[in-house]
T-cell receptor, first 112, second 113 residues
Framework: EDKVVQSPLSLVVHEGDTVTLNCSYE??????LLWYKQEKKAPTFLFML????IEKKSGRLSSILDKKELFSILNITATQTGDSAVYLC????????????FGTGTRLKVLA | GAGVSQTPSNKVTEKGKYVELRCDPI?????LYWYRQSLGQGPEFLIY????????DSGLPNDRFFAVRPEGSVSTLKIQRTERGDSAVYLC???????????FGPGTRLTVL
């Protein structure tokens, strides 16, 4: 059965800290891995990763994929209170059609 | 429209009732997904439409759940004989193709009393 596991489940840090969120997966027919930020209801897209070893960066956020070890990390540097959210990892698989399997998310709280 | 919209934002119903949840995708997006998200969990896939047809409905939990997309844009998720366990946030997402960045709507919070 395809699965996506995120760790830690929750994390509390202070402003200015750097955090690393983990996502590991076991799926058949992997196509891509995506990171989302969910603050209230709608997850908002952060990154899509398809190739190993190529870092994607957007401001203080960056992410990288390791297709050999089947994991990805999301780094946030110089955290701010506005980074407080649930960070979701999803893996896109092809099984006749396109399907996305989500992890349970990491709940990040950044304290002022 | 500018983004994916879902109505209603909140729905409270009684056990055994029928509900319909609506999703308006981004204009021109051919692919549409429905997910269910329970508290403390990630979104769980329900059904995927490509155009008007349900390309994959393997995530629908049972035959009380049904979804349509008759004109290839707006979609309606229908739940018959609701149960308390159906309480969750129902998310809709659309994308321009089957494999592309998904854009999520704000969700409908369904509460079954």
């Amino acid at each position: 059965e395809d699965k996506v596991v995120q760790s830690p489940l929750s994390l509390v840090v202070h402003e200015g800290d750097t955090v690393t969120l983990n996502c590991s997966y076991e799926v058949t027919n992997f196509r891509s891995l995506l990171w989302y930020k969910q603050e209230k209801k709608a997850p908002t897209f952060l990154f899509m990763l398809t190739s190993s070893g190529i870092e994607k960066k957007s401001g203080r956020l960056s992410s990288i994929l390791d297709k050999k070890e089947l994991f990805s990390i999301l780094n946030i540097t110089a955290t701010q209170t506005g980074d407080s959210a649930v960070y979701l990892c999803a893996v896109e698989v092809i099984s006749g059609t396109y399907k996305y399997i989500f992890g349970t998310g990491t709940r990040l709280k950044v304290l002022a | 429209g500018a983004g994916v919209s879902q109505t209603p934002s909140n729905k409270v119903t009684e056990k055994g009732k029928y509900v319909e949840l609506r999703c308006d995708p981004i204009s021109g997006h051919t692919a549409l997904y429905w997910y269910r998200q329970s508290l403390g969990q990630g979104p769980e896939f329900l059904i995927y439409f490509q155009g008007t047809g349900a390309a994959d409905d393997s995530g629908l939990p049972n035959d009380r759940f049904f979804a349509v997309r008759p004109e290839g844009s707006v979609s309606t998720l229908k739940i018959q004989r609701t149960e308390r366990g159906d309480s969750a946030v129902y998310l809709c997402a659309s994308c321009s193709g089957g494999s592309d960045t998904q854009y999520f709507g704000p969700g409908t919070r369904l509460t079954v009393l």
